[in-house]
């Protein structure tokens, strides 16, 4: 993360599924949108009593607006930077991305994304999590009907290469 880097927007409850075969795997965390990278952290410092009142407050705020360019207080760059050190959270640079879109699906919103990392391509889907079941695995029950409109319009605006 770059020093003049600013957080866009900062969803939590973010449920990310690999689009790959024989994939069935899922996995929570929360989606960062910097003025230059598109951020998943599933390895946080953050702590479980912060998360849990927070998660109620977005709730509520998606019942007012579905738009997913919302921030959170108590979370900021530098323990965004903290997270990052953290190798198992994904750092995407606007440029790696090779398709950005989203769909409304019956259950709720979602972000499609293609990019590279490695050289390989990588293909995710995202949604955001109202209730989960945690037996006999984490899993989502719940999702909300998110808007990633502007989140893939302003990624799309920055890219050198457009997708």
């Avoid at 921030?71 to 903290?82: A, F, N, Q, S």
């Avoid at 953290?86 to 699906?105: Q, R, T, W």
């Amino acid at each position: 993360m770059d020093s003049d880097e600013k957080i866009q927007a900062h969803v939590i409850s973010v449920w990310r599924e690999s689009k790959k075969i024989f994939s069935i795997l899922g996995t929570e965390g929360m989606l960062f949108l910097t003025n230059r990278h598109l951020m998943f952290v599933n390895k946080t410092e953050a702590k479980l009593r912060w998360w849990a009142a927070v998660a109620q407050r977005q709730v509520l705020t998606f019942m007012k607006s579905n738009s997913v360019m919302i921030r959170h207080d108590g979370y900021d760059e530098k323990k965004l930077e903290i997270d990052l050190e953290n190798k198992k959270n994904m750092v995407i640079s606007f440029d790696d991305i090779l398709k950005i879109s989203h769909e409304n699906k019956v259950w709720g919103g979602v972000l499609n994304l293609e990019f590279i990392k490695n050289g390989k391509k990588e293909k995710y889907e995202f949604s955001v999590v109202q209730d989960w079941v945690k037996y006999p695995k984490k899993a989502p029950m719940k999702y909300i009907k998110a808007d990633w409109s502007e989140l893939v319009q302003y990624v799309k605006d920055r890219q050198k290469i457009t997708t």
